[in-house]
């Protein structure tokens, strides 16, 4: 059974840091790709960051672009999400999602590729 689990939202202050994990089990962990999406309230769900392949390579959102980064860590089966500069439009539920497969890069931010998802974990940004 595939599961994703987010831990590591909490409030922040603008400006501040944070490090979001999704442990994953269940399935092979080199052989799916693995985003981070959020969603605010009233707003759709926006795919921010993901690995689309096994090669490592990653997309990100233009509006997180140089403020987070997405990495791995094989040996534990977890994906990163560490978040830095802050903003309260950064405020949402991020969710961590899966899928088997690459998905091409048009696809690599589009919640509709991916099967899997976690429950979710809350990130609020105080200004």
């Known amino acids: 059974e595939v599961q994703l689990v987010e831990s590591g939202g909490g409030l922040v202050q603008a400006g501040g840091s944070l490090r979001l994990s999704c442990a994953a089990s269940g399935f092979t962990f080199d052989d799916y790709a693995i985003a981070w999406f959020r969603q605010a309230p009233g707003k759709e769900r926006e795919g921010v960051s993901c690995f689309a392949s096994r090669d490592g390579t990653t997309y990100y959102a233009n509006s997180v672009k140089g403020r987070f980064t997405i990495s791995r860590d094989n040996a534990k089966n977890t994906v990163y999400l560490q978040m830095n500069s802050l903003k309260p439009e950064d405020a949402a539920v991020y969710y961590c999602?899966?899928?088997?497969?690459?998905?091409?890069?048009?696809?690599?931010?589009?919640?509709?590729?991916?099967?899997?998802w976690g429950q979710g974990t809350q990130v609020t940004v105080s200004s």
């Open positions: 999602a899966t899928g088997f497969g690459a998905p091409a890069r048009y696809n690599s931010l589009n919640q509709n590729w991916y099967e899997f």
